[in-house]
């Protein structure tokens, strides 16, 4: 069973950093495209980091200059490196991956449970 486990949130004061992980486990598969999104109090989930299998990046335009994302495909592993953080980007971050098979068919797309990043003024 495919499951993807967030970690490194927490809280920090504004202009402080933070790196979130993303481990993907439990199945023989690549991940294709993946991303971190986030869901703040009372708002609808947004796409903040996205990264192709090609290594394409595409940034929300709040993040961009202070957010990054990456890989290690070695070890099914998405990172979201966060800096000089405000208070506005208190979230829930959540991952997501499109992952495909060892023959190249689409396996789907999966999302981890989120972990709560909380920036202090």
């Known amino acids: 069973q495919v499951q993807l486990v967030e970690s490194g949130g927490g809280l920090v004061q504004a202009g402080g950093s933070l790196r979130l992980s993303c481990v993907v486990s439990?199945?023989?598969?690549?991940?294709?495209?993946a991303g971190w999104y986030r869901q703040a109090p009372g708002k609808q989930r947004e796409l903040v980091a996205g990264l192709t299998g090609g290594g394409n990046t595409n940034y929300a335009d709040s993040v961009k200059g202070r957010f990054t994302i990456s890989r290690d495909n070695a070890k099914n592993t998405v990172y979201l490196q966060m800096n000089n953080l405000k208070p506005e980007d208190t979230a829930v971050y959540y991952c997501?991956?499109?992952?495909?098979?060892?023959?190249?068919?689409?396996?789907?797309?999966?999302w981890g449970q989120g972990t709560q990043v909380t920036v202090s003024s």
């Open positions: 439990g199945g023989t598969f690549s991940m294709s495209v």
């Open positions: 997501n991956s499109v992952l495909k098979s060892p023959t190249g068919w689409s396996m789907g797309s999966y």
